[in-house]
């Protein structure tokens, strides 16, 4: 093992991974404004993430280099704000220091495949588990597209995000305005009623038994899986 693979593994800090549209949307905030400090309320103010999920975006940008471990930004944050290829070379250059064992391990990453970006995060190189491997995987090829980075076909195909898949993504957390059912009050279920499934256009299911709440339970998991969502729900 490299000096500079020892290096990296050594810090507690593990490489970007959840939602890619978290990392989309901050990249658009700081072409915007200037930012000096970021935390969990400043990300929370701005809408950046889903609730709980702010300290893992944090967490992101600190392996990136753009905040301090205190959350104050550094210069790398300033080149955000630059247009066109001055933007994608001060970005190229972030992602390939803060991903130096990633590029020295996979080398030609226009001839690499999926597996051996994912392999990487959650082998030797960062020791990430290996759902978060999957969608630190995907972060990365976001942000190397972003810089202008060449990937692979096969990488872009199985692990690129389409613009029309973030918005899927962020869609679970837009405030969409729904008329409560006949007869009840908004926001409140009658006392029997575990959980309730809105259908659109055709009303709704109430799940009153507990054996089939946690029926319901197990396969929303399986299908947010089936469906990439990585976003944590409330229960």
Not at 101 to 115: H, S
Not at 142 to 154: N, R, T, V, W
Not at 189 to 216: C, H, M, N, Q, W
Request: glycine content about 6%; overall charge neutral; charged content about 35%.
């Amino acid at each position: 093992m490299s000096d500079s693979k020892i290096e990296q593994t050594s810090v507690k800090v593990k490489p970007p991974f959840g939602s890619v549209p978290w990392y989309s949307e901050f990249l658009n905030l700081a072409k915007r404004i200037k930012i000096d400090k970021v935390d969990v309320q400043y990300l929370r103010n701005h809408e950046i993430s889903s609730k709980g999920n702010e300290s893992k975006v944090v967490n992101g940008l600190k392996f990136l280099g753009l905040i301090n471990e205190d959350g104050t930004a550094t210069e790398k944050m300033k080149g955000l704000g630059f247009e066109g290829e001055e933007f994608q070379k001060h970005l190229e250059n972030i992602i390939r220091e803060a991903y130096a064992v990633l590029f020295d391990t996979v080398k030609d990453l226009e001839k690499a495949k999926p597996q051996d970006i994912i392999n990487c995060l959650k082998g030797d190189c960062y020791q990430m588990a290996p759902t978060t491997a999957n969608t630190g995987a995907q972060v990365f090829v976001f942000l190397a597209q972003k810089a202008g980075i060449k990937l692979s076909e096969e990488i872009i195909t199985e692990l690129a995000i389409s613009e029309e898949r973030k918005k899927v993504e962020r869609r679970p957390r837009e405030k969409l305005k729904q008329e409560p059912p006949t007869g009840q009050i908004k926001g409140k279920l009658p006392e029997e009623v575990l959980a309730r499934f809105e259908l659109k256009g055709t009303g709704y299911v109430d799940i009153k038994s507990k054996d089939d709440f946690e029926i319901a339970k197990a396969y929303w998991k399986a299908l947010a899986k089936k469906l990439g969502i990585t976003e944590e729900i409330e229960s």
